[in-house]
């Protein structure tokens, strides 16, 4: 059982390139969640999405795309990648049911813009 | 605006000693709160607190929630290095029927000393 998977792992950018971080999780979760983690600032909720088809924004969604077409993935789009977008980036997902046993988190992706 | 805020941000305390974070919160429509905890990597779920007075315990760990007072703490007893991390606090926003949000606090970065 893989749990939640996300690719790469690092990755340097320079200013204005484009790129999506992939996450794929094998739990059959409704909701899957991006965040971005920066020193002193804890996670912060970039987007989500309670199901296939469905997605919604949250605290920082400026200057990311995402989707979901199927339950298993939820891919986070950088469209023309800022310093500013340096971080580390993870996802998260959780049943059905919502929080009722904590979201299990992805490994993360350093991110680097230059 | 949904806020989540722990204390201290940083603690430093010797093996043996009893510590204990605070997290306090003032969102709309609160689910739950939830504790993580982060070493090198991803954030690891250690408790989810619904009801206020009733203590979640896990082993040295225990935490506690105040839904009047709008406060979690989590205690750790007899520290050991393998506690040194960033202890995470979220609260889970209810949207219609279930919760599918998160909000995190900054986090408390513990460090035991041998």
């Known amino acids: 059982n893989a749990g939640v998977t996300q690719t790469p792992k690092f990755q340097v950018l320079k200013t204005g390139q484009s790129m999506t971080l992939q996450c794929a999780q094998d739990m059959n979760h409704e909701y899957m969640s991006w965040y971005r983690q920066d020193p002193g600032m804890g996670l912060r909720l970039i987007h989500y999405?309670?199901?296939?088809?469905?997605?919604d924004q949250g605290e920082v969604p400026n200057g990311y795309n995402v989707s979901r077409s199927t339950t298993e993935d939820f891919p986070l789009r950088l469209l023309s990648a800022a310093p500013s977008q340096t971080s580390v980036y993870f996802c998260a997902s959780s049943q059905t049911s919502g929080t009722i046993h904590g979201y299990t988190f992805g490994s993360g992706t350093r991110l680097t813009v230059v | 605006e949904d806020k989540v805020v722990q204390s201290p941000l940083s603690l430093v305390v010797h093996e043996g000693d009893t510590v204990t974070l605070n997290c306090s919160y003032e969102v709309t429509n609160f689910r739950s709160l939830l504790w993580y905890k982060q070493e090198k990597k991803a954030p690891t779920f250690l408790f989810m607190l619904t009801s206020s007075g009733i203590e979640k315990k896990s082993g040295r760990l225990s935490s506690i929630l105040d839904k009047k007072e709008l406060f979690s703490i989590l205690n750790i007893t007899a520290t050991q290095t393998g506690d040194s991390a960033i202890y995470l606090c979220a609260v889970g926003l209810r949207r219609g029927g279930a919760t599918n949000k998160l909000i995190f606090g900054t986090g408390t970065l513990l460090a035991v000393q041998p």
């Open positions: 999405s309670v199901g296939a088809g469905i997605t």
